[in-house]
């Protein structure tokens, strides 16, 4: 027995020529979502934002006052600054390579570490210029130092040859970089002209000495192919901008900045802007040395901790006993904020930064924002009352849903109220079980011979439901397909909407494959979204794809979804020479359960589109369900008429 147990297993050998010592750059080509999180189109973008960030950084210590972002027709980027300039000079560690050199190919190289070049900056762990370089097919970077040029190229993470000096230069100095990223490692995806701008002005926003100015040779339509940022109103602007017209309960926002060094003796500084209103659900943005943190972090705490201690010592200043009850939940509910700290040597969570972890944040920015909101709130009562009020009535009404929910749980053995039409499922549990909203009785009975009547359920609705963008509320109660549809998720809507309440796992919009069936999925969508939006958040609404038509030649049968695949089939065949009879279904009705369940509602061989939320920017998708659904048809006409020609050259 001994001698089996050491006998080989297998042909594998594990030995010392199994351990692998890959070169630096090497090791980012192979593991690149250690240090820019994946290769998606997210990653991509990533990269501009790891050189943007060092050209910030030059600014924010007052080396540079202009950046320039170009994105060029090739999707090459260019990133240029008028700050010093990266150091040209042979590094005293590195014999024979230049520190540009090193800041380029050497991982964890930079001068961000001990603080002397830089007192608070972006880029802190040395990897953002060779990671770049790393995952870019071609990379160059130009000095402009001491009235020469220098000039260093390079590919995927090597030099091309030794740095170049070009020449003298007049009225110039800093640093450009230009690279292409590499699509052995990115594929197919490209760099996005809004996205890419977005950033931009963002970064614009967030430290008000700077201009950035951008530039693009690609075109989208909606993008302006060259811009200049400058604002010196700082957060203040960019929370305005983006909440543009909706009504407010502060006629203007509470913001400031605070200096750490003044006020604590730490190297540093806070900014913030926010703002309550109705017309949007809340948000918060928050960044770290212009560095993004969208998962927030120590300084977002802080700043919801200043926040809720000050709007409760108001309400006890005020004799509002209720207000004690407010909690940061009621904050974030049409709270509408951002928050940028500057601080020396923070530390986040892994490479990409999107968690501030610096622990002290938490301390500074709270006592910083703290005693201006105090003397605001005492300032602008008007504005603190109304504010007041409605987070009042927000934790009115969460204590409310809880009080509910507790009761629920007291009376659960009393009979669940269901609509008639409902065909429930016999699943005791949510996982696993679906909901399909259905068009028209006719679907429905088609539907109920082709569901799983363990998991699946049925909801037809009669004709296209109400508009609800716009309606009154009361109109909205009194509608029967809605108080139907409310009733069979058994989650309310609106503010009294719960996920925790929702009935079925998957929620399918199941429409015929036609025009009519078009509009009322996009009618179901605006209801979804105006009134139940976490249940879209939480990527459990789904749309049906049943088919067009049916195609049928001797033996064999093939659904097709629409008439371009219909003629794509009728040209090529489908393995015969009999004639190919074809069936366009009217609607799902004419579909026997046999067809449905196949084409539409069996798991295994369906097809289902989930319906997810996109917003490079708060309140993007609202803005767009207000221009296509709302009360205003000249907002739909201007937009189709800024969308046609993409359907033109779709039809291509």
Same mark, same amino acid.
């Given at each position: 027995?001994? +001698?089996?147990? #050491?006998?080989?297993?297998?042909? @594998? *050998?594990? !030995?010392? %020529?199994?351990? &692998? $010592?890959?070169?630096?750059?090497?090791?980012?080509?192979?593991?690149?979502?250690?240090?820019?999180?994946?290769?998606? +189109?997210?990653? #991509?973008?990533?990269?501009?934002? @790891? *050189?943007? !960030?060092? %050209?910030?950084? &030059? $600014?924010?210590?007052?080396?540079?006052?202009?950046?320039?972002?170009?994105?060029?027709?090739?999707?090459?980027?260019?990133?240029?600054?008028?700050?010093?300039?990266?150091?040209?000079?042979?590094?005293?560690?590195?014999?024979?390579?230049?520190?540009?050199?090193?800041?380029?190919?050497?991982?964890?190289?930079?001068?961000?570490?001990?603080?002397?070049?830089?007192?608070?900056?972006?880029?802190?762990?040395?990897?953002?210029?060779?990671?770049?370089?790393?995952?870019?097919?071609?990379?160059?970077?130009?000095?402009?130092?001491?009235?020469?040029?220098?000039?260093?190229?390079?590919?995927?993470?090597?030099?091309?040859?030794?740095?170049?000096?070009?020449?003298?230069?007049?009225?110039?100095?800093?640093?450009?970089?230009?690279?292409?990223?590499?699509?052995?490692?990115?594929?197919?995806?490209?760099?996005?002209?809004?996205?890419?701008?977005?950033?931009?002005?963002?970064?614009?926003?967030?430290?008000?000495?700077?201009?950035?100015?951008?530039?693009?040779?690609?075109?989208?339509?909606?993008?302006?192919?060259?811009?200049?940022?400058?604002?010196?109103?700082?957060?203040?602007?960019?929370?305005?901008?983006?909440?543009?017209?909706?009504?407010?309960?502060?006629?203007?926002?509470?913001?400031?900045?605070?200096?750490?060094?003044?006020?604590?003796?730490?190297?540093?500084?806070?900014?913030?802007?926010?703002?309550?209103?109705?017309?949007?659900?809340?948000?918060?943005?928050?960044?770290?040395?212009?560095?993004?943190?969208?998962?927030?972090?120590?300084?977002?705490?802080?700043?919801?901790?200043?926040?809720?201690?000050?709007?409760?010592?108001?309400?006890?200043?005020?004799?509002?006993?209720?207000?004690?009850?407010?909690?940061?939940?009621?904050?974030?509910?049409?709270?509408?904020?951002?928050?940028?700290?500057?601080?020396?040597?923070?530390?986040?969570?892994?490479?990409?930064?999107?968690?501030?972890?610096?622990?002290?944040?938490?301390?500074?920015?709270?006592?910083?924002?703290?005693?201006?909101?105090?003397?605001?709130?005492?300032?602008?009562?008007?504005?603190?009352?109304?504010?007041?009020?409605?987070?009042?009535?927000?934790?009115?009404?969460?204590?409310?849903?809880?009080?509910?929910?507790?009761?629920?749980?007291?009376?659960?053995?009393?009979?669940?109220?269901?609509?008639?039409?409902?065909?429930?499922?016999?699943?005791?549990?949510?996982?696993?079980?679906?909901?399909?909203?259905?068009?028209?009785?006719?679907?429905?009975?088609?539907?109920?011979?082709?569901?799983?009547?363990?998991?699946?359920?049925?909801?037809?609705?009669?004709?296209?439901?109400?508009?609800?963008?716009?309606?009154?509320?009361?109109?909205?109660?009194?509608?029967?397909?809605?108080?139907?549809?409310?009733?069979?998720?058994?989650?309310?809507?609106?503010?009294?909407?719960?996920?925790?309440?929702?009935?079925?796992?998957?929620?399918?919009?199941?429409?015929?494959?036609?025009?009519?069936?078009?509009?009322?999925?996009?009618?179901?969508?605006?209801?979804?979204?105006?009134?139940?939006?976490?249940?879209?958040?939480?990527?459990?609404?789904?749309?049906?794809?049943?088919?067009?038509?049916?195609?049928?030649?001797?033996?064999?049968?093939?659904?097709?979804?629409?008439?371009?695949?219909?003629?794509?089939?009728?040209?090529?065949?489908?393995?015969?020479?009999?004639?190919?009879?074809?069936?366009?279904?009217?609607?799902?009705?004419?579909?026997?359960?046999?067809?449905?369940?196949?084409?539409?509602?069996?798991?295994?061989?369906?097809?289902?589109?989930?319906?997810?939320?996109?917003?490079?920017?708060?309140?993007?998708?609202?803005?767009?369900?207000?221009?296509?659904?709302?009360?205003?048809?000249?907002?739909?006409?201007?937009?189709?008429?800024?969308?046609?020609?993409?359907?033109?050259?779709?039809?291509?």
């Amino acid at each position: 027995m001994a +001698e089996d147990l #050491l006998s080989e297993t297998g042909p @594998e *050998v594990y !030995d010392a %020529s199994s351990i &692998e $010592a890959l070169e630096e750059m090497e090791a980012v080509r192979k593991r690149p979502g250690m240090y820019i999180g994946g290769t998606d +189109e997210r990653a #991509l973008h990533h990269l501009v934002a @790891e *050189v943007l !960030d060092n %050209s910030m950084d &030059e $600014a924010v210590a007052g080396h540079a006052t202009r950046i320039e972002v170009e994105l060029h027709a090739d999707y090459s980027v260019t990133v240029r600054d008028n700050g010093r300039g990266i150091p040209v000079g042979m590094h005293p560690r590195f014999p024979n390579k230049s520190a540009l050199e090193v800041v380029f190919c050497k991982l964890h190289a930079g001068g961000k570490f001990s603080g002397k070049a830089y007192q608070t900056s972006g880029g802190l762990h040395g990897v953002g210029a060779s990671v770049v370089n790393a995952l870019s097919d071609s990379l160059t970077v130009q000095v402009a130092i001491n009235k020469e040029l220098y000039e260093l190229r390079l590919s995927r993470g090597i030099p091309l040859g030794p740095l170049q000096k070009l020449g003298p230069v007049q009225n110039r100095r800093g640093t450009t970089v230009i690279f292409h990223p590499d699509e052995e490692i990115f594929g197919h995806h490209r760099f996005k002209p809004a996205r890419m701008m977005k950033m931009v002005r963002s970064k614009a926003y967030l430290f008000s000495g700077v201009e950035i100015r951008w530039k693009t040779a690609i075109s989208d339509g909606e993008t302006p192919a060259d811009a200049v940022f400058h604002f010196p109103g700082g957060l203040s602007d960019y929370l305005n901008e983006t909440l543009g017209k909706a009504t407010t309960y502060a006629d203007k926002p509470f913001a400031g900045t605070v200096d750490f060094t003044e006020k604590y003796g730490v190297l540093g500084k806070v900014e913030w802007a926010i703002n309550w209103t109705p017309a949007l659900d809340g948000f918060i943005q928050s960044y770290c040395n212009t560095v993004p943190t969208p998962e927030g972090g120590t300084h977002e705490a802080g700043f919801w901790a200043a926040i809720l201690k000050g709007v409760r010592a108001y309400g006890e200043l005020v004799k509002n006993r209720k207000a004690s009850e407010i909690t940061r939940e009621d904050l974030l509910t049409g709270g509408c904020a951002l928050v940028s700290c500057f601080i020396r040597e923070p530390e986040f969570v892994g490479q990409t930064k999107d968690r501030l972890a610096t622990a002290d944040a938490a301390r500074l920015v709270e006592g910083a924002v703290r005693d201006h909101f105090d003397n605001w709130l005492v300032a602008n009562t008007k504005s603190a009352g109304a504010i007041l009020d409605f987070l009042v009535l927000r934790a009115e009404e969460r204590l409310r849903r809880k009080q509910e929910k507790e009761t629920q749980r007291k009376t659960a053995t009393k009979k669940l109220r269901l609509p008639g039409k409902l065909t429930d499922c016999s699943s005791k549990t949510r996982e696993g079980t679906e909901l399909f909203i259905v068009e028209g009785d006719s679907a429905g009975g088609s539907a109920k011979g082709a569901r799983d009547r363990e998991t699946q359920a049925l909801l037809p609705l009669k004709g296209k439901i109400l508009n609800v963008l716009g309606a009154a509320s009361n109109k909205l109660g009194q509608n029967q397909e809605i108080s139907d549809l409310c009733e069979a998720l058994g989650c309310g809507m609106g503010t009294r909407f719960s996920i925790d309440d929702l009935r079925y796992e998957k929620i399918i919009i199941m429409t015929d494959a036609d025009v009519d069936g078009a509009h009322i999925a996009s009618l179901l969508m605006t209801f979804f979204f105006t009134q139940m939006r976490p249940l879209i958040d939480g990527g459990h609404l789904y749309l049906a794809c049943p088919p067009l038509y049916r195609l049928t030649q001797g033996p064999r049968r093939m659904y097709v979804a629409d008439d371009a695949e219909k003629e794509k089939w009728l040209a090529k065949g489908l393995g015969g020479n009999a004639k190919i009879d074809v069936q366009r279904f009217k609607g799902l009705g004419e579909m026997d359960a046999k067809d449905l369940k196949d084409t539409t509602m069996n798991p295994e061989t369906r097809k289902l589109i989930r319906v997810s939320l996109h917003d490079d920017e708060p309140g993007e998708t609202a803005d767009l369900v207000e221009r296509l659904m709302g009360k205003k048809p000249e907002l739909r006409y201007q937009y189709i008429q800024e969308n046609a020609r993409f359907v033109e050259e779709l039809d291509v």
